[in-house]
């Protein structure tokens, strides 16, 4: 059975004195796949490695498995499984001895860690690699043999710390995909530590947005991209672009333009603001070129990047500051044409202006 974790009241502040996490609550359900997604220094590796037992939070903080209080105990009495970055195989074994390491620490007997690498081994599609010493592996072949490692000792939990950072891109999508359809066939929970979101929508059944050591928002791949909470999410998970407008009872207003059924979500009280000044946020797809009769907008095209099923255009002239627009692969555009666009509104997402909530 897969293991349910919960984190109650769990911060962290270092010894000198730096607060790394501020209190917060979390559930990872059993068989769960969880991204914690961040920038760099926003807590997402502290949360962790206090799931593993490398760090312990402040005092009050309470982490549980299946129920089990486990606040306290070392890593070694939690049964988790790593994988790290820098793989942190052992050099001086093979791939085969890599992957018995844990089991023999463990004490399983020599003939069922024999029969559990050589399961490993093919599930991670290494088995050729059995006697190779690890020098002899390309990167992806060590992350193979990372994982596989952390799977033979049938872990309660595994962990992984941007396991493919130090890949090149191909093969990070490539083993992307395996390592999704291997936490799916066995059903482990598993906490993933990334600063890619791309990664992190291809593999979380739900990812955890840090922010300087807080929670900014927790939900599905499609809630986290399509419905912010807040303007730090809609701003730092996809290419967000930025324009400002008004809202006068209940609708919204941008330039000479009035949009109905469009919601400005106040997070500071957690309500709809029906007045002042609000800034929009929205992807590539939040405008569209349209003939001149339909359009809301026109700009100028400052760039063209051709992205193999669409164009992107750079395009100035509509807000403050110039903006992305997707378009069909197929169509001519070239820079410095005008771009005539209408707005899809239900791919706006509305918060009070910086300057309303001062």
């Known amino acids: 059975m897969s293991t349910q974790i919960r984190l109650r009241n769990c911060a962290k502040t270092f010894a000198d004195g730096t607060r790394a996490l501020a209190p917060f609550d979390l559930t990872i359900e059993g068989g769960e796949t969880i991204v914690l997604l961040g920038p760099s220094g926003c807590g997402k590796t502290t949360i962790l490695r206090m799931i593993a037992g490398l760090e312990f939070p402040d005092a009050g903080g309470v982490i549980s498995f299946d129920g089990d209080d486990v606040t306290r105990q070392s890593i070694e009495k ?10 942190a195989l052992f050099p001086n074994m093979t791939v085969a001895e890599n992957v018995a390491y844990g089991l023999k620490v463990h004490g399983v007997p020599s003939a069922e860690r024999d029969a559990r690498v050589d399961a490993m081994l093919e599930m991670m599609h290494i088995d050729m690699l059995a006697d190779r010493r690890i020098d002899q592996l390309s990167g992806g072949q060590r992350q193979r043999v990372a994982l596989a490692r952390a799977i033979a000792v049938q872990p309660r939990v595994l962990l992984l710390d941007e396991p493919l950072t130090a890949l090149d891109a191909k093969l990070r999508v490539r083993l992307r995909t395996e390592i999704n359809a291997l936490l799916r066939k066995l059903g482990i929970t598993a906490v993933y530590v990334t600063h890619d979101q791309e990664e992190a929508m291809a593999l979380g059944d739900r990812i955890v947005v840090m922010q300087k050591g807080e929670i900014a928002q927790i939900g599905t791949p499609r809630e986290i991209y399509r419905k912010p909470q807040n303007p730090f999410v809609a701003d730092f998970v996809g290419a967000a672009n930025r324009m400002t407008g008004q809202m006068r009872d209940g609708r919204l207003h941008i330039g000479a333009h009035v949009f109905d059924a469009v919601d400005a979500f106040d997070p500071r009280h957690g309500a709809i603001l029906d007045q002042g000044a609000v800034e929009l ?8 070129p349209c003939d001149l009769d339909e359009a809301h907008f026109t700009g100028r095209v400052e760039a063209v990047s051709y992205l193999g099923e669409r164009l992107r255009l750079t395009v100035s002239g509509i807000g403050s500051q110039a903006v992305t627009i997707d378009t069909h692969a197929d169509d001519v555009i070239e820079a410095g044409a005008d771009v005539h666009c209408r707005v899809n509104a239900d791919r706006l997402t509305v918060f009070p202006a910086v300057t309303a909530q001062s």
């Open 78 to 87: 939690r049964r988790v499984g790593m994988v790290f970055q820098s793989y």
């Open 281 to 288: 946020y929205f992807r590539a797809d939040g405008l569209s």
